[in-house]
C-alpha cells in the first residue's frame, strides 16, 4: 500500500489552509452581508440529475465521477453545485415560501480532468444561487457580489465579461445563425466542433482548439440577436453594474460550458492565471427548475473556484494572513512544574488564549527550541521554586523582555505582555 493520493487531489494543511480559511471567511462574511443564506447538499447525488445539465457538455460527455453502490443505483459525485442546489430547492418545496431565495454554498467537486495547474479531479468552489427573481438586479446583484469578494481580498486586475444567450423565443434564431456561419468552415473544425453542430451549435463558440478559435472573430453575435425584452433585461444589467461603479466589458461571444443557461451570462478572469484563466462562471438558467421537475422559477448564480483564486492571490503577493498564532506556550523547568504546566495551560485557553505546552517530557533548552518554531508569542516559564511563592516568569519572545506575574494575575498579565507591540 502506498501512501500516495490520488491524480488530481490535494492535501491542504497550516500554515497553507489558513489562507484558505481567510478566504471562506471573507466570503462567508459578504455572504452575511448581501443577506445569502449558507446550503449544504450531498456530495453525490442520482445519476440522471446531472445528465439534466446537457447531454453535450465536457461534464457529461466525459468528465463525471459515476459508480454504482451496492444496491445498484448509480450516483455520481457532484461535478458543480447548482444542480444540487435546484434539486433541493424543489424537494423541500422552497418556490413555496417566501421568495427570493438566496443561497451560497462552499465545499469539494469532482471532475474527471486531466489533471494541470488550475484544474484538479478534486476542487474547491464557492458560490451562490437567487432563486425566485426575475429581474435584472438579480443578475447584477451576484456579479458585484463576486467583485465585492475579489475587492476584499485586494485582487486587481480582474476583468467582467458579460453577455446575453437570449431565450427560448430568441435564442433558436441565433442559434441557426451561429450554425450557419460554421457550416461553410465544417472541414476546419476540430471533430468535437463537428459534433457539437449537430448537437449544440453554441458550444462551438467556447472551443479551446487553436483553429476553431481563430474563426471567432467574425462570429454572429449574441447581443444582436435578442429579442426586445432580453434586449432591455441586458441593458439593465449594465446600467446597474455600471451604476455600482463595477468594470464590465460586453463579450458578444461568450457562452458558458453548461446548457441550462438563459439570458445573462458571465465570467470573471483574470491575466495572472494562464491557460486556465477563468476565476468564476455564472449566468441566469431560468429554465432549470422547471426542467427537474419544479414549478417554472427563474434564478441565477456563479461558481468560482476557489483554487484559482487562491492561485491569482499568491501571484499577487496576497497571501499575508494571520496565520496560526500561538499567543502562549508553557515550558515548565522542575518536577512539580511539570505537574502544573498543563493546568495552567488549560487556565489560559479558557480565558481565551491559544496556548500549548510540553508533553514530551523534554528538556527545558528543548521546550523553548519548540516555542520558538511554533512561533509563540510569549513563552511562560514555570520553575519549582517560583511557582511556590505564587509567581512564574514571562517572556515575551519578540523583544526577549521577561517580567514576573503574579499566579493570581495570570490572564491580566499575559494580556498586558501580548498588548506590546512586538519588536
Ligand atoms: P473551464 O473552462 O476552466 O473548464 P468550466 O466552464 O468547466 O471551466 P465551471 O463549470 O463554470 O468551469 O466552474 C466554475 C469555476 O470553477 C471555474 O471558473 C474554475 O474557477 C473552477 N473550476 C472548474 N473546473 C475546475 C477544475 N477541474 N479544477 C479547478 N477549478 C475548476
Ligand atoms: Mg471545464
Same mark, same amino acid.
Given at each position: 500500500?502506498?501512501?500516495?493520493?490520488?491524480?488530481?487531489?490535494?492535501?491542504?494543511?497550516?500554515?497553507?489552509?489558513?489562507?484558505?480559511? +481567510?478566504?471562506?471567511?471573507?466570503?462567508?462574511?459578504?455572504?452575511?452581508?448581501?443577506?445569502?443564506?449558507?446550503?449544504?447538499?450531498?456530495?453525490?447525488?442520482?445519476?440522471?440529475?446531472? !445528465?439534466?445539465?446537457?447531454?453535450?457538455?465536457?461534464?457529461?460527455?466525459?468528465?463525471?465521477?459515476?459508480?454504482?453502490?451496492?444496491?445498484?443505483?448509480?450516483?455520481?459525485?457532484?461535478?458543480?453545485?447548482?444542480?444540487?442546489?435546484?434539486?433541493?430547492?424543489?424537494?423541500?418545496?422552497?418556490?413555496?415560501?417566501?421568495?427570493?431565495?438566496?443561497?451560497?454554498?462552499?465545499?469539494?467537486?469532482?471532475?474527471?480532468?486531466?489533471?494541470?495547474?488550475?484544474?484538479?479531479?478534486?476542487?474547491?468552489?464557492?458560490?451562490?444561487?437567487?432563486?425566485?427573481?426575475?429581474?435584472?438586479?438579480?443578475?447584477?446583484?451576484?456579479?458585484?457580489?463576486?467583485?465585492?469578494?475579489?475587492?476584499?481580498?485586494?485582487?486587481?486586475?480582474?476583468?467582467?465579461?458579460?453577455?446575453?444567450?437570449?431565450?427560448?423565443?430568441?435564442?433558436?434564431?441565433?442559434?441557426?445563425?451561429?450554425?450557419?456561419?460554421?457550416?461553410?468552415?465544417?472541414?476546419?473544425?476540430?471533430?468535437?466542433?463537428?459534433?457539437?453542430?449537430?448537437?449544440?451549435?453554441?458550444?462551438?463558440?467556447?472551443?479551446?482548439?487553436?483553429?476553431?478559435?481563430?474563426?471567432?472573430?467574425?462570429?454572429?453575435?449574441?447581443?444582436?440577436?435578442?429579442?426586445?425584452?432580453?434586449?432591455? +433585461?441586458?441593458?439593465?444589467?449594465?446600467?446597474?453594474?455600471?451604476?455600482?461603479?463595477?468594470?464590465?466589458?460586453?463579450?458578444?461571444?461568450?457562452?458558458?460550458?453548461?446548457?441550462?443557461?438563459?439570458?445573462?451570462?458571465?465570467?470573471?478572469?483574470?491575466?495572472?492565471?494562464?491557460?486556465?484563466?477563468?476565476?468564476?462562471?455564472?449566468?441566469?438558467?431560468?429554465?432549470?427548475?422547471?426542467? !427537474?421537475?419544479?414549478?417554472?422559477?427563474?434564478?441565477?448564480?456563479?461558481?468560482?473556484?476557489?483554487?484559482?483564486?487562491?492561485?491569482?492571490?499568491?501571484?499577487?503577493?496576497?497571501?499575508?494572513?494571520?496565520?496560526?498564532?500561538?499567543?502562549?506556550?508553557?515550558?515548565?523547568?522542575?518536577?512539580?512544574?511539570?505537574?502544573?504546566?498543563?493546568?495552567?495551560?488549560?487556565?489560559?485557553? +479558557?480565558?481565551?488564549?491559544?496556548?500549548?505546552?510540553?508533553?514530551?517530557?523534554?528538556?527545558?533548552?528543548?521546550?523553548?527550541? +519548540?516555542?520558538?518554531?511554533?512561533?509563540?508569542?510569549?513563552?511562560?516559564?514555570?520553575?519549582?521554586?517560583? !511557582?511556590?511563592?505564587?509567581?512564574?516568569?514571562?517572556?515575551?519572545?519578540?523583544?526577549?523582555?521577561?517580567?514576573?506575574?503574579?499566579?493570581?494575575?495570570?490572564?491580566?498579565?499575559?494580556?498586558?505582555?501580548?498588548?506590546?507591540?512586538?519588536?
Amino acid at each position: 500500500m502506498q501512501a500516495q493520493k490520488p491524480r488530481g487531489t490535494a492535501d491542504i494543511f497550516s500554515p497553507e489552509v489558513e489562507r484558505w480559511q +481567510h478566504v471562506e471567511g471573507v466570503a462567508r462574511n459578504l455572504c452575511r452581508e448581501y443577506n445569502y443564506g449558507e446550503i449544504r447538499i450531498p456530495e453525490f447525488e442520482h445519476t440522471e440529475l446531472f !445528465l439534466r445539465i446537457g447531454e453535450v457538455t465536457d461534464i457529461v460527455q466525459k468528465e463525471m465521477y459515476t459508480f454504482l453502490d451496492r444496491g445498484g443505483r448509480s450516483l455520481t459525485l457532484r461535478p458543480e453545485g447548482t444542480v444540487g442546489v435546484a434539486r433541493s430547492f424543489i424537494e423541500n418545496k422552497l418556490y413555496g415560501g417566501v421568495l427570493p431565495v438566496k443561497f451560497y454554498y462552499l465545499g469539494p467537486m469532482f471532475r474527471y480532468e486531466r489533471p494541470q495547474a488550475g484544474r484538479g479531479r478534486q476542487f474547491h468552489q464557492f458560490g451562490v444561487e437567487v432563486f425566485g427573481a426575475s429581474g435584472p438586479w438579480a443578475d447584477a446583484e451576484t456579479i458585484l457580489l463576486a467583485v465585492d469578494l475579489f475587492k476584499r481580498l485586494g485582487l486587481t486586475d480582474l476583468a467582467v465579461l458579460l453577455n446575453s444567450l437570449g431565450c427560448p423565443d430568441c435564442r433558436p434564431a441565433y442559434r441557426q445563425q451561429v450554425l450557419a456561419y460554421y457550416q461553410d468552415y465544417r472541414h476546419q473544425l476540430c471533430r468535437a466542433c463537428r459534433e457539437r453542430m449537430d448537437r449544440n451549435p453554441l458550444r462551438l463558440l467556447d472551443c479551446k482548439e487553436e483553429t476553431c478559435r481563430s474563426l471567432l472573430a467574425d462570429a454572429p453575435r449574441a447581443t444582436e440577436a435578442l429579442c426586445p425584452e432580453c434586449d432591455s +433585461h441586458f441593458e439593465t444589467v449594465q446600467a446597474f453594474l455600471a451604476g455600482a461603479g463595477a468594470n464590465s466589458r460586453v463579450e458578444p461571444r461568450l457562452v458558458r460550458g453548461l446548457d441550462y443557461y438563459t439570458r445573462t451570462v458571465y465570467e470573471v478572469v483574470s491575466k495572472d492565471l494562464g491557460a486556465q484563466n477563468t476565476v468564476c462562471g455564472g449566468g441566469r438558467y431560468d429554465g432549470l427548475v422547471e426542467a !427537474l421537475g419544479g414549478p417554472p422559477t427563474p434564478a441565477v448564480g456563479f461558481a468560482l473556484g476557489l483554487e484559482r483564486l487562491l492561485s491569482i492571490l499568491k501571484t499577487q503577493g496576497r497571501t499575508a494572513t494571520a496565520g496560526r498564532p500561538l499567543d502562549v506556550f508553557v515550558v515548565a523547568t522542575g518536577e512539580s512544574s511539570r505537574k502544573q504546566a498543563p493546568r495552567l495551560a488549560q487556565r489560559l485557553r +479558557h480565558a481565551g488564549y491559544a496556548t500549548d505546552v510540553d508533553f514530551l517530557d523534554r528538556s527545558v533548552k528543548a521546550q523553548m527550541k +519548540h516555542a520558538g518554531r511554533v512561533g509563540a508569542r510569549t513563552v511562560l516559564m514555570l520553575g519549582d521554586a517560583e !511557582l511556590a511563592t505564587g509567581q512564574v516568569l514571562v517572556r515575551h519572545m519578540a523583544s526577549g523582555r521577561q517580567d514576573v506575574l503574579e499566579l493570581g494575575d495570570l490572564e491580566p498579565g499575559v494580556a498586558a505582555v501580548l498588548g506590546r507591540k512586538d519588536g
